[in-house]
């Protein structure tokens, strides 16, 4: 099978052109295009765009700027004219509305005047910024005039002070001459009067106060209710996050029009400059807000979407509505749009937190910035895999022809090296983006149509004595693109059918939808399945009084995925939010990995990190390669002892990286096995026979092997297999076999050396290490310890801004020559160091 590639994954015609340029002079203009493009906005430069611009910038002298401005029609959302010389006297009228001018040097502008230049376009209320180190026809300041210095008085000798009788005395004749008047009474009213001259100062303090006061109160409470908003969104709950959107949108404006009413007295005395940061965090809470509008506009389209591809109606939609294309392409709009405003946001943020400026000068305020900064970081990245699985879905699901897909069902319980045991399947077919035909298949009764004799892999001949090799044990290659082309080869041998591609899903994947879907209440059982007892059920359900030929496991699995089915697709119960996350959580730990037939598809899947490929990274991204040293490792464990172990094993892993002064690298892999299970009767555990994959760099080598306190043999070939034993499996392959037994513990240590060592030069030397998280594996605690030499050193932030690791989990703990990682080994753990001299 050799398709085309399909111009349904073409993306050119949803691309929106964000800013235009139009200048006299490339050079000075391409730090303003750098600028622009690094937050993710398109830029054409002296063209027409083919959609309108939202930004107009127009940099030239004042002859230039003023033709343009003339002559083009107001269009355009926002325009901002930067004239380098004139005083721009001339463009009197034009800084009206969304037009902003700027008056600089004819010299292009440094990175740091390009940034004030954008953070006064886009959160200053003034019109004109002049940014001139010497501006045309500045004249000398006048001189002060001379002030009159008036000689100071002698003072006399002063009046002796009176006598406590005479001052009674006196008062008393006041008194009696003038009845009405009363020493005491003057000194109340004395009293009275600067009270209140202290109470009208006061006033006037509040007065000048409120409008800060008000600010204050609207930017917090602003900033609360877009945080419940997020947190409302991410629990599938649109319309609180609405609501939450909504206030927080109502105070925004409020900090806005209370920052102008306190700004002015600032903007009167020439002092504007000083609320620049406070602009900027009205700025920042507004394009949090339009992007938490866009992004419940775009859970409303998708839910939209999801009724109609997926629905009772079927990929055709009601009778006048959108082609599901037509919706798939607006649906991207509103992806990218959701992509540029957060990301405009998480911008200003970033800026904020790097300068220290109002608010995150605090230190709680800084605190609460960079969880925010995080939030914001993994909301973009959920964008982006949207944007990805739009990409691909109009290929997957069928718009330009029928397309069939093998879906396996791996059963983590009884793990095996991608994801799990293959106790059902299904063929799936979709036209048009609705799912046509849904088939669970029993994998025993498939095993049972084929002809012919096919070797298996010597573990599998000799471990599960297993004289042939099946569809079931078809996933025996860590690499899913290995193991997904063997399953789709079988199907075909034994029914006959060739499919368009393999889907592969864990146990682990159906416990989080049903998270999403919520309790099921199954049809055919009387019981309700829920994503706490899933597993156990499952068990239950497909175990008990088995046997092959049966249907209790295609019954069970088939009931369980059309009842899923049909919760996701009637739109009820299911929020697009919490089901979309599942998805994305599937992906990233490849409790989903897909292989599909097309190579071009195929291509992009690879390129998303959905193939299960080993390895999953190349390695050294961006660095120079001779100064970088990578250093993977995947572990693929399978369970041999034909029983559900896996469902109760506990297991903690460390490794051990040691540098020496040559820049050689010695490893240790220690794996910690806890078997709480007792085996039938009791429970569906037992003993645990486990043969691990080691997938190592080509040049490992000095490979050993200990399993408690003993050291294990090397397999030869032709020799019997002894469990514990390790065997070489291929280049950079090694498999090791071990007991557990039920209520016991066990340690694995696998010792190797690199070939290859870090070279340094003159910035040094980088060593990036990675581990690739194995699918149907959750419950993996993973601790990684690097030392190197006392005299090496690491960049302030290496194991922080240099380090590649999922958000949130930067839990690095640095001591002296040593490095530690701690974190469960939810994805893959990515670490990149450079060390110096």
Known sequence: MSPAASPLIDDTNVEIVRARIDTEDHEFAAPIREFLEEFGCQVVVNGTPRSPAVYHVICGGRDF??????????????????IWNGNGQELTGYERGETKIVLTDPKPPAPALVTDIFSFFFTSAAAVLDLRTRPPGAVTAPQPLPVLIEEPRRDLPPAPLLPEEDKKRIQSMIAVLFPGADIKKKEKHKKRKYAGRVAAAALIVAVLAAPFMWYAAAVTLAGLSFVSAAKFLEQ?????????????????????????????????????????????LVSFLSDVGAGQEELLTLTGD?????????????????????????RLAALRRSVSAAANRLGLAQAQLDQMLSEQSFPFSWVGARSFGQRAAASLSRVRQQITLADELLTVYPALAGFDRRKTYLLLFQNSAELRPTGGFIGSIAAVSAENGTVVDLTVQDVYGVDGQLKGHVDPPQPVRELLAQEHWYLRDSNWDPDFRVSGAAAAWFYEKETGTSVDGVVAITTGLVSDLLRATGPLDLPDYPDRITADNFLGKAIFYTQSDFFPGSTQKKDFLGTVTRTMLTAVTSGKRVESPLLFSAIARGLASRDIQLFITDSTLQALIEHFGWSGRVFAKDGCAGQVLQYCLFDPLAIAEANVSVNKANAFIKRSRMRQVVLGE???????????????????PQDAGGSYRAYLQFLLPSDAADVSVTVGASAVPERRARQAAAVPYWESAGVGRIGVAVDVPPGGQMTVSFFWRRGTGLVFGRDGGVYELFDQKQAGITDDTFRTIIRYPIFWQTLPDAHEGNTILPAGRQAFLAKEAQLEYNTPLSGDAHIRIRFTK
């Open 65 to 82: 700027v003023k033709e343009l401005l003339e002559n083009e029609a107001p269009a355009i959302a926002k325009r901002l004219a930067i």
């Open 662 to 680: 040559d820049g050689k690298v010695a490893e240790t892999v220690t794996i910690s096995y806890t078997n709480p299970s007792r085996g039938p």
């Open 236 to 280: 599938g709950k649109p319309n609180p996050a609405s609501w939450a959107t909504v206030l927080g949108q109502t105070f925004t404006r409020q900090s806005r029009t209370a920052l102008a009413i306190a700004g002015s007295p600032f903007q009167l005395a020439g002092l504007g400059n000083r609320l620049r940061s406070w602009e900027r």
């Open 302 to 326: 998708a839910n939209a979407l999801a009724l109609v591809l997926l629905g009772s109606q079927g990929g055709s939609g009601s009778v006048g509505s959108p082609p599901p294309a037509v």
